[in-house]
């Protein structure tokens, strides 16, 4: 069903957190556009419709794309927008990201009972959290946040490995449903904190819950954390025309070397990757680190970092080949010094942990990230 030349359709997951993201793009695409007008169109996903499927058996990111994905290759949607994070690194023929609005804060958040007043709330100023001079300072207070043996709760291998490398008396539980479930959980005592990504609460205008972020050095955050994708035809010039208006050069650099990095270690695969970018004034900056979640497979960490001048180029922010290929070079230093030989143990393990949830009864709603 064709659109008219004054509507644009924006397709969703509806849970809240995907309707508030999709709100932001909605409301920046007519504020843009002056004249235009848009309908969101909520899909109900495949990871949407098993409720109950464990995390470690929904593995692949393309259960939460899939179906948006097919509404936009059958146009009844222009538009879809992802978390950047759930996006596999490679997309469908025929489908492009179209525009990277702003990045919101990529970092993790630690998050507390409400009961718990935070002394500092510079802890929680994603500007603090991201200024490397205050790594030192913002870790001694979160290491004194969080208890000895604290009960910590959260979905993600990547935080679970990250956490135990930190702080290996911690007991890292899985935390199931959306941000208001798992709230209310850390409430009701079944956690001691949680640990939530810092762009979820601040869209779902929760920033207050922030106890205080972690630096990204520190608690590496997953490939374009923070950050949107508009998923759109890659022959649809008007759409594409459009959503360029509310397009963010720098939070581009940064998410396609993010995403480079995913596609040449891991391609479509889900491993326990933190990568991070920081675009500086004359410089790019790359940082990876790969845990094992669980601390029997060993909690070393691989880490690779690496730093490059920006090109001196007037296509900088529009021809990101560049960034691309400081992703794919970072990519081949992590398979080289071990990283291939950690993904194959993560596939493994992931194999093994799917094969008990099948034969295990769960009656815990999941939910991604």
């Not at 071990?338 to 009864?361: L, Q, Y």
């Amino acid at each position: 069903m064709p659109t008219t030349q004054s509507k644009v359709r924006i397709g969703t997951r509806g849970s809240a957190l995907a309707l508030a993201q999709t709100a932001l793009v909605s409301n920046a695409i007519e504020a843009a556009s002056p004249g235009l007008t848009t309908e969101i169109v909520v899909v109900r996903t495949t990871a949407d419709r098993a409720p109950s499927l464990p995390l470690s058996e929904i593995g692949d990111k393309a259960l939460w794309v899939v179906d948006l994905e097919q509404q936009l290759l059958s146009g009844d949607i222009d538009v879809a927008v992802h978390s950047m994070k759930d996006l596999p690194a490679d997309l469908p023929a025929g489908l492009v990201i179209g525009a990277v609005p702003e990045r919101e804060c990529p970092l993790d958040a630690l998050v507390l009972p409400a009961a718990f007043v935070s002394d500092d709330i510079a802890l929680s100023n994603p500007g603090y959290a991201s200024d490397r001079d205050n790594e030192a300072f913002i870790n001694e207070n979160l290491n004194a946040l969080v208890s000895y043996g604290a009960r910590v709760g959260t979905s993600s291998d990547r935080r679970q490995g990250q956490l135990l490398y930190w702080r290996p008396d911690l007991e890292v539980i899985p935390v199931r449903g959306n941000v208001d479930t798992r709230l209310r959980k850390l409430e009701e005592d079944e956690f001691d904190a949680i640990i939530l990504a810092a762009a979820g609460l601040r869209r779902l205008r929760l920033e207050h819950r922030i106890t205080a972020l972690f630096p990204a050095i520190q608690l590496v955050p997953a490939a374009g954390q923070g950050a949107l994708a508009l998923e759109i035809r890659e022959n649809d010039k008007r759409t594409s025309e459009i959503v360029r208006r509310i397009h963010h050069p720098g939070s581009a650099v940064g998410v396609m070397a993010e995403r480079a990095f995913v596609r040449a270690v891991a391609g479509g695969c889900s491993v326990p990757l933190g990568v991070y970018t920081q675009l500086l004034p004359e410089y790019l900056e790359i940082y990876v680190r790969a845990v094992a979640p669980d601390p029997e497979n060993g909690a070393e960490a691989i880490e690779e970092s690496k730093m490059i001048p920006l090109p001196d180029r007037a296509d900088l922010f529009t021809d990101l080949t560049w960034a691309e290929d400081l992703g794919r070079t970072v990519g081949a230093q992590f398979l080289t010094h071990g990283g291939a030989e950690f993904i194959e143990r993560m596939r493994i393990s992931t194999s093994t942990r799917s094969m008990t949830s099948i034969s295990s009864d769960s009656n815990e709603p999941a939910a991604h990230g």
